[in-house]
């Protein structure tokens, strides 16, 4: 009697499990992963190929497949059409393309597979009204992570001139390269005492996200350039690590010489001692949102510009941009790096979409003015915001830098 | 020789040739074995790949393979003509680029009926990929500048061009690509299953039959064939050695030009960086196997467009890393160069074939401005 009741506690005890879903096994959730680059590349790909990483312990079942190298240079046999057909004969439900190189492609695919989601990086489709309903963006607000550098940079320099290695010339190089800008000439002055007309910072755009043998401006020679030119702070604004390296053997060599790289949370580990910080992307938490959005059936389109996490701007299960200090700053820099970012953290915008983009108050850091573009044209009056969607499309340089605003 | 003695060679042929492939098999077994994956199921994935299913033939996925082939086997008709006179077109690569540039001038700039437009589109391809290798070839000719260090110029000028033209003047305000070119100005495929241009399809297959043609049944071809052996003695027996460089070249050039209309007229729908996307170094590759032997072009293209082609699939299939097809091409063709080594020095003279391509190019170009 007593084994009866014991097995009749026990398949109602399973039973009661199995009806709360301790017995159920996860199904299996597979997602995307597009690349422009090598995951590896300490850089902007290797940021959301560890982002897929992330989403595949955050949610139960995710499985990510991806495809590496997506150009014509690396993969000529191939183009984004097939790729995705590929990826959807493996099971996929959403597909990341993470570069704006892939935004006409995606438009494309995702009109002819209205059933699967897509998320393109950085572009803005979906902002535009162009992107059908499965189509969405994400952008990290680097802008903010960019200030940040521009004041790293500022809190560091002795001979004040500042070098930025560009990539190639669009809304957003221009728009960041501008936020470094406007980052170091606030705390040249306030940390500094200097007048921010005396710094300087030049831009070189090399033509390229990464450095071509003979097509591109070569990224070492240039930071080569930079640094015997008197500049002694490199901001990179490139996929790769070329300025930290040639600071670091630059300093070896015994100059008083620093580097800020981009993108990726682990790339001043290439010349530590030179490293004043980096600004990086995490997108980590907002891919883990969309899979579990589309998972849940609750997927709505979007288009986000996701804030850095300014209680904790490293703090990677929040962040979507983070900053790390570096070795080469010192106790002093670090504390008014601090408060340049508890200073930024008081206008934060928060999340940018589509519908509060245009509202009044949103207010991208030091984008206020009295700003004017390189050509003179005003952008903002003395205490006017610039609007983000004005940042978001910035037409120049801003006035006050040395660089080409286009390519014409 | 001997009918008795010329099976044998055959048959030695033969059997190298089998046995470079088993070794190759081999190695590229072992490879796999070594990154931890089952080389059974790396096969299966590239078979599928290419289209091969146990159901029958995914038209889809084969059609991949045929729009790669399609660029590839223009380069490749194209450098028959110049590796038979004797020249290494490294500038290929270039040539393709520039084309591209010509067809997407057009594509955005003319507006005329389809039946119109896209024959322009590729007309303007080809002889701006002719005009940029006539550059090269003027280059070799007057300015004693070898073809290889002119071609890579040149391929650095094109692609430099190119960027330059999309980050600026047919930006699309991002900079990484023109706007989508218009509908009709595009080559279109068959159908929904068979992606592949028809126009595309036939216009190589009619190019390389005439350029067959060209070099084995005509005295132009009988020329070319001399002064690959030997520019001087060529000259020596009254052949137009800089006329036939030059012509060469463009011809090349025009083919060239043609593959990179077809990378942006229907593979990409617009212009982007690098769009030639190393197929004309592949062709190089290919038609250096080849030798001079024109017929074995298309399948040894073919060959190598299905192992990209399926690799995509073996990829996100199996999420190997992305340069094994690569190594897999490397040691197929090492193996069959040994092979080519073998049998040359079994057979008791110089493996090689195919001409030397330029050999003691200063005393011939002495001899040619002489």
Not at chain 1, 292 to 314: C, L, M, R
Not at chain 2, 166 to 176: D, E, K, L, T
Not at chain 2, 232 to 242: D, F, H, I, Q, Y
Request: some cysteine; charged content about 15%.
């Amino acid at each position: 009697m007593a084994r009866r009741t014991a097995v009749v506690l026990i398949v109602a005890a399973a039973m009661l499990l199995a009806a709360t879903g301790g017995f159920a096994q996860d199904e299996e959730f597979v997602f995307g992963m597009v690349l422009v680059g090598p995951r590896n590349d300490h850089g902007w790909s290797e940021a959301h190929y560890t982002a897929g990483q992330y989403v595949e312990q955050q949610v139960p079942g995710a499985r990510m497949v991806f495809f590496e190298s997506l150009n014509p240079a690396d993969a000529p046999e191939t183009t984004l059409e097939q790729v995705v057909e590929e990826m959807l004969a493996e099971g996929a439900k959403v597909i990341f393309t993470t570069s704006d190189e892939f935004e006409e492609d995606t438009l494309f695919v995702a009109q002819k597979y209205p059933d699967t989601i897509f998320i393109n990086v950085s572009g803005d489709d979906a902002l535009t009204g162009e992107a059908p309903a499965n189509l969405s963006n994400i952008m990290g607000n680097m802008e903010l992570g960019k200030q940040i550098a521009g004041c790293a940079a500022a809190l560091a320099t002795e001979t004040g001139k500042l070098g930025y290695l560009g990539p190639l010339i669009n809304f957003e190089t221009r728009r960041l390269a501008a936020s470094v800008y406007l980052g170091a000439r606030y705390c040249y002055e306030h940390y500094r005492g200097g007048n921010p007309d005396d710094l300087s910072m030049t831009v070189t755009w090399i033509g390229f996200w990464f450095n071509i043998p003979g097509v591109t401006l070569d990224p070492t020679e240039e930071t080569q350039r930079f640094f015997d030119g008197g500049a002694d702070v490199v901001i990179s604004g490139i996929d790769t690590t070329e300025a930290l390296v040639v600071a670091g053997q630059r300093a070896a060599e015994g100059a008083k010489v620093w580097a800020i790289p981009y993108d990726y949370e682990g790339a001043c580990a290439g010349a530590p001692a030179v490293c004043l910080g980096v600004p990086y992307f995490n997108w980590g938490p907002a891919y883990v949102q969309v899979v579990e959005a589309v998972k849940n059936g609750t997927y709505e389109q979007f288009w986000h510009w996701n804030p850095p996490y300014f209680e904790d701007i490293s703090d990677n299960d929040k962040t979507a941009v983070g900053w790390v200090n570096g070795d080469a700053l010192t106790e002093e820099q670090a504390a008014q790096l601090d408060e340049f970012i508890a200073m930024l953290a008081e206008t934060d915008p928060g999340v940018l979409t589509a519908d509060n983009i245009d509202d009044e108050g949103k207010q991208i850091g030091l984008w206020v003015g009295p700003l004017a573009l390189q050509d003179g044209t005003v952008l903002a009056e003395e205490g006017e915001i610039v609007p983000p969607r004005s940042v978001w499309y910035l037409e120049q340089l801003l006035q006050g830098m040395t660089g080409d605003s286009s390519a014409q | 020789m001997t009918r008795s003695s010329l099976l044998g060679q055959r048959a030695l042929a033969l059997g190298i040739g089998m046995a470079s492939i088993a070794v190759s098999l081999l190695l590229t077994a072992l490879i796999i074995l070594a990154v931890g994956a089952s080389p059974l199921e790396v096969f299966n994935k590239v078979t599928e790949g290419i289209g091969l299913t146990p159901t029958g033939l995914d038209m889809v996925r084969f059609s991949g393979v045929v729009n790669f082939w399609i660029p590839l086997m223009f380069v490749c008709t194209g450098l028959l003509v110049t590796f038979t006179a004797g020249l290494w077109n490294i500038g290929v690569e270039g040539q393709m680029m520039f084309g591209a540039v010509c067809a997407t001038w057009v594509a955005q700039e003319v507006f005329l009926p389809t039946v119109v437009q896209v024959p322009l589109e590729m007309l303007a391809a080809a002889l701006g990929g002719a005009f940029w290798a006539a550059l090269t070839g003027l280059l070799k000719t007057r300015g004693g500048v070898h073809e290889i260090f002119g071609g890579v110029a040149m391929n650095n000028l094109a692609n430099i061009f190119s960027i330059y033209l999309i980050s600026g003047p047919w930006g699309n305000q991002g900079g990484q690509a023109t706007p989508p070119f218009r509908q009709e100005t595009l080559l279109l495929p068959m159908s929904s299953e068979f992606r592949v241009s028809a126009v595309a399809l036939i216009l190589m297959a009619v190019v390389f039959g005439g350029i067959f043609l060209a070099l084995s049944g005509t005295r132009w071809g009988l020329e070319l064939k001399a002064q690959g052996h030997s520019q001087r003695s060529a000259l020596l027996l009254g052949v137009p050695v800089e006329r036939n460089v030059l012509l060469a070249m463009a011809l090349c050039g025009f083919m060239a030009g043609l593959a990179g209309s077809v990378r942006v007229l229907f593979t990409y729908g617009n212009l982007r960086p690098l769009v030639s996307g190393g197929i004309g170094f592949l062709g190089l590759l290919v038609v250096l196997l080849t030798g001079t032997r024109a017929l074995w072009a298309p399948p040894i293209a073919f060959f190598f467009a299905a192992i990209l082609g399926g690799s995509t699939r073996l990829k996100i299939a199996l999420q190997l890393d992305q340069s094994l097809a690569g190594v897999v091409q490397g040691i197929l063709v090492l193996m069959v160069i040994l092979a080519n080594g073998v049998r040359g020095r079994l057979r008791g003279r110089h493996p090689a074939q195919a001409p030397e391509p330029s050999a003691s190019l200063e005393a011939e170009e002495a001899a040619i401005h002489g």
